[in-house]
C-alpha cells in the first residue's frame, strides 16, 4: 500500500482555523508596525501582493516579500509570482515581511505633517450652507443665540466688576485668610492690591507657611518682598481679611 503524505505546514496543519489558510504578522519597511493577517495557501505569490497593497501601503510591482520565522530568521524569499504560498514553508505564527523597492522611507505614511492638507478661508466657510457653522446659525445655538450671548456677557461683566470691587477694599499689609478649593485655609498679609498681569483681578499675599509660588516676583517683575516660596497672587474671592494673627507653632516652649 501507497504511504500517505503528511500535509506540510500550514496545509491543515495543526492550530490552522481552516484547512489551507494561515495567519501570518505581516510588517513592511515603510512602518513599525505589523498586523495578524490570514491568507490562503493556494494563493500565488503575485494573488498574494495585491492583496498586500492595501494593507502595507506599496504597489505590488515594487514589493519584495520574505517569509521569517518566529524568531526573524529568513525562512524563504516568496518568488516567483506564479509559485504557491504553500510551496514554501509556511505556517501559523510566521511572518511576511515586504519590503519597498521603490525608494519610500520608513513611517513615510505615519508622518500626517508631511501630507498636504486643505484649507479654506473663513469668509469661504461661513458662505456655506452645509456646515455645522450653518447649522448652528439655522438654529440660533451656541455662540448664535443672540440672547444667550448678551446675558452670559452681562454676566461675565458683572463679575469682572464685583472681582474689581473685592481687591480694591484689599489694602497691603492687612492679614487674611485664604480658601482655595480643595486645599487646606492658609493665613497671610496681603502684600500688594489689585493687580492684572493676567486676565481678571489678583491680589497678591504673603503666607505665613511656605506655601506659595514665588518671592513676590511674576515675569521677571517684582511686585512684593518675601522670602521663597511664601508669596501667592490670590482671586480676591479666595481672600477674606480679618483678625488672623499668626497661628503659635509652639516652637518657643521646646
Do not use: N
Not at 510551496?87 to 521603490?102: N, Q, W
Not at 473663513?122 to 444667550?148: N, Q
Not at 516676583?217 to 474671592?237: D, K, L, M, N, T
Amino acid at each position: 500500500m501507497k504511504a500517505m503524505a503528511e500535509p506540510g505546514p500550514g496545509l491543515g496543519s495543526p492550530g490552522s482555523e481552516r484547512p489551507g489558510s494561515v495567519s501570518l504578522a505581516v510588517s513592511s519597511s515603510l512602518s513599525a508596525f505589523s498586523s495578524l493577517r490570514r491568507y490562503g495557501t493556494e494563493l500565488s505569490v503575485g494573488e498574494l501582493k495585491h492583496k498586500l497593497e492595501l494593507v502595507v501601503g506599496i504597489s505590488a510591482p515594487w514589493m519584495e516579500l520574505e517569509l521569517r520565522g518566529a524568531g526573524g530568521e529568513l525562512l524563504a524569499r516568496l518568488e516567483p509570482d506564479d509559485a504557491l504560498l504553500g510551496s514554501f514553508p509556511v505556517s501559523d505564527g510566521c511572518g511576511l515581511h515586504v519590503t519597498d523597492r521603490s525608494g519610500g522611507r520608513m513611517g513615510q505614511f505615519e508622518d500626517v505633517s508631511q501630507v498636504p492638507k486643505y484649507e479654506m478661508a473663513d469668509s469661504d466657510y461661513d458662505k456655506r450652507t452645509d456646515s455645522v457653522r450653518s447649522f448652528l446659525r439655522r438654529r440660533r445655538w451656541g455662540r448664535f443665540d443672540e440672547e444667550a450671548e448678551r446675558q452670559r456677557g452681562a454676566e461675565a461683566e458683572q463679575r469682572r466688576a464685583e472681582e474689581a470691587e473685592l481687591a480694591a477694599a484689599m489694602t497691603p499689609g492687612s492679614r487674611c485668610l485664604v480658601s482655595v478649593p480643595g486645599q487646606p485655609q492658609h493665613r497671610g498679609t496681603i502684600a500688594y492690591g489689585s493687580l492684572t498681569f493676567k486676565p481678571g483681578h489678583w491680589v497678591g499675599v504673603r503666607y505665613d507657611e511656605p506655601v506659595g509660588k514665588h518671592d513676590g516676583s511674576v515675569g521677571g517683575r517684582r511686585y512684593f518682598e518675601c522670602p521663597h516660596p511664601y508669596g501667592a497672587f490670590v482671586r480676591p474671592q479666595r481672600v477674606t481679611v480679618g483678625d488672623y494673627p499668626e497661628e503659635d507653632d509652639g516652637l518657643d516652649e521646646l
